[in-house]
């Protein structure tokens, strides 16, 4: 199984990114995906989560109303839009694979991990 994540970039305060999650090896249109960042001297946090076969969403708070999750199954890719991006936005974000569809915000039910992308907002 493999995760690749890419996408982030430096970017100002109010723009927007799209981070791309391609995976292989795995039964993508079953399997839920997650969006977890860590920024310096921070623990890794949830971002974003879309379940498998129904395609359920699921955001953190900071990011509900400007970050988008969404999957295409035909690439076996999900994607993270982000929209008006914010200094405290700045981290490496990392996307991760599961099956199920619970505890989908916690980060250690996640069984495969890609690299990370990161993405820097400055003022």
């Known amino acids: 199984v493999q995760l690749q994540a890419s996408g982030g970039g430096l970017v100002q305060t109010g723009g927007s990114l799209k981070l791309s999650c391609a995976a292989s090896?795995?039964?993508?249109?079953?399997?839920?995906v997650g969006w977890f960042r860590q920024a310096p001297g921070k623990d890794r946090e949830f971002v974003a989560a879309i379940t498998g076969t129904i395609d359920t969403t699921y955001y953190a708070d900071s990011v509900k109303g400007r970050f988008t999750i969404s999957r295409d199954n035909a690439k076996n890719t999900v994607y993270l839009q982000m929209s008006s991006l914010e200094p405290d936005d700045t981290a490496v974000y990392y996307c991760?694979?599961?099956?199920?569809?619970?505890?989908?915000?916690?980060?250690?039910?996640?069984?495969?991990w890609g690299q990370g992308t990161l993405v820097t907002v400055s003022s």
């Open positions: 090896g795995l039964p993508f249109s079953r399997t839920a």
């Open positions: 991760g694979a599961r099956s199920g569809i619970s505890n989908l915000q916690c980060s250690r039910y996640y069984r495969y």
